[in-house]
């Protein structure tokens, strides 16, 4: 497992850096998709759900809300990047195959690979923060600590997708990641109702759900609630992400080298 | 020696994809690695480019144990793969600058070689273009162009005209010699033989992971099949063959409808044959495909 750690050098923003010259292509698109994606949240459920909800937490819904909107744009970015994408570039487009025939390591090509989904998840987050500002949702002068929010965030989806892929023997196997692992969780790690209001079994399964610690931290930037639990939402991110990250290396390498 | 390959074996789980192969590549030739499908050509390139570690034996390639430095062997060789991998998502221009950062290749010095490599290969008007809209043989061009990026010192092909058509095919060889008379070592698979009669000053003949035979083509059909071929084919059978050919000397073959009959006094034979009224006769050169076959079946072997 050390071996390769030791493996992952400076090509790996070489790898990066192709998958954003092929991105450039594709900038429109993806740009549209993000700002459509928040305002559909926005609209149907802060403000239509919420007009019928009242305050929650002594906040409109839609305040409420807001925050955990910020990260789950990033994990859905980076779960979609790091599966489906990675595995179009992998077995479709042979992009690894071609990276392989360069000094470039195999633990670089999949490091690079997750680079690229943190940056996808950050720019999500990025235009999910602007249009929460728009809406003007967004004030408190933490906001600026977001950035370590989002790498934290993209660092720990994009590594366990990765793994996912590791795993995956087709696409159908996707939609059981997406259906029975990510969606639940943007659903039940507190976004959309306060986690002390669900039975006990909901609340316990919800403080093993990454995301539940993601939302937590930035309702705290949101809101301006410095404190310890954001250090533990933060290291609560990045230790699996580390795990993840380390297990992916070595799953995928033995996928990607035969 | 550019390639050493000592007693290689590779095995996926229980198939044994090479069994215990040796042999070697000078510099400046072009050895050929030829052989069925499933003969262990593709595994046995797979090691030298470190993609895939041997599970045993010995393949050291620029000197170096292939296992051992893969980054190092990678940086100085070039690999032109079997399956098109042109990055789809770029044009032909960062196609190649993309590939010239992986290999640390400096922007100025990467951009004049990306000019010289797209004309020699007759895609300098090309540069703009998407890859989906290059057609089978410009992309395969492409892909020696790309695979010359770091001035290799060896270069990789594996099956490099397979599904291409004879114009195409033709012009490949003429580039792939060009590069041959600049000195550069070049190891091919294929199973094309007038591809390896072309192209290779040696060949190695491959079955079920294991070597039949290394040699040079023309000495090899010299000596496992003669000069020239006679087929008879359509109702005969050996034993008329034999009757009309007893007191020569000859080699013969059976396969389906044909007899092929080898090693002789052609002359003779051809008299022979025409004496006894037999139809649907036909002499040619012999080939490697002859040596080819001859060594591997003609029958399915799969």
Not at chain 2, 100 to 112: L, S, T, V, Y
Not at chain 2, 242 to 267: K, N, P, Q, S, W
Request: aromatic share 10%; charged share 20%.
């Amino acid at each position: 497992m050390n071996n390769s750690l030791a493996s992952v050098g400076y090509r790996t923003y070489y790898v990066w850096l192709r998958n954003a010259v092929s991105y450039r292509r594709f900038i429109l698109p993806t740009f549209i998709a993000s700002i459509g994606e928040p305002l559909l949240y926005l609209v149907a459920i802060g403000i239509g759900l919420g007009s019928y909800l009242g305050a929650i937490d002594g906040m409109p819904y839609l305040t409420f809300i807001a925050p955990g909107l910020v990260v789950s744009a990033v994990m859905f970015t980076s779960a979609f990047e790091c599966t489906y994408s990675s595995m179009v570039r992998m077995t479709i487009e042979k992009v690894y195959n071609a990276q392989l025939a360069t000094p470039v390591s195999a633990e670089e090509i999949v490091a690079g690979e997750i680079l690229w989904g943190m940056t996808r998840g950050a720019v999500s987050g990025i235009i999910m923060l602007i249009m929460l500002a728009i809406f003007g949702l967004a004030h408190s002068p933490w906001i600026a600590a977001y950035p370590i929010l989002w790498i934290a965030v993209g660092f720990l989806f994009s590594s366990l997708s990765m793994v996912i892929t590791s795993f995956a023997r087709n696409f159908d196997f996707f939609t059981y990641y997406f259906q029975l692992f990510i969606s639940p969780m943007f659903f039940f790690s507190g976004i959309f109702f306060p986690l002390d209001r669900f039975p006990p079994a909901v609340k316990t399964i919800s403080l093993f759900l990454p995301l539940t610690y993601a939302v937590d931290a930035s309702r705290a930037l949101m809101q301006g609630n410095m404190g310890w639990q954001l250090m533990i939402d933060t290291l609560a991110l990045l230790i699996p992400g580390f795990i993840l990250f380390v297990y992916a290396l070595h799953r995928m390498k033995k996928r990607i080298i035969k | 020696m550019i390639i050493e390959v000592d007693n290689l074996v590779k095995k996926f789980g229980d198939l044994t994809a090479v069994d215990g192969i040796s042999f070697s590549v000078e510099r400046g030739t072009c050895v050929g690695l030829l052989g069925p499908n499933g003969a262990g050509k593709s595994s046995t390139v797979r090691v030298l480019q470190c993609i895939s570690p041997a599970t045993s034996g010995s393949a050291r390639v620029l000197g170096i144990e292939a296992s051992l430095a893969a980054r190092q062997i990678r940086a100085r060789i070039g690999v032109v793969p079997q399956d098109n991998d042109l990055d789809g998502d770029l044009s032909v221009w960062d196609n190649m600058t993309v590939f010239a950062r992986f290999f640390d290749i400096p922007r100025k010095i990467a951009r004049e070689r990306i000019e010289a490599q797209l004309s020699f290969m007759g895609l300098a008007d090309r540069r703009k273009s998407r890859i989906d809209e290059l057609s089978g043989g410009m992309r395969r061009r492409l892909l020696i162009a790309r695979a010359l990026i770091n001035d290799p010192m060896l270069l990789i092909l594996d099956e490099p005209t397979t599904g291409l058509d004879p114009q195409m095919r033709h012009v490949i060889w003429q580039q792939l010699r060009g590069l041959k008379g600049r000195g550069l070592t070049m190891v091919l698979t294929t199973h094309y033989m007038e591809e390896a009669q072309q192209l290779c000053d040696s060949v190695i003949i491959m079955d079920k992971g294991r070597i039949l035979r290394i040699g040079e083509p023309l000495a090899l059909v010299k000596e496992l099949v003669g000069d020239e071929v006679i087929e008879v084919r359509n109702h005969v059978n050996a034993a008329e063959i034999e009757r009309a050919l007893g007191g020569l000397e000859y080699g013969m073959e059976t396969f389906g409808d044909t007899v092929y009959i080898t090693h002789m006094d052609v002359a003779a034979v051809m008299a022979r044959v025409t004496a006894s009224q037999m139809h649907a006769i036909l002499r040619r050169p012999a080939t490697l495909e002859d040596v080819f076959l001859k060594l591997t079946g003609r029958g399915l072997n799969e």
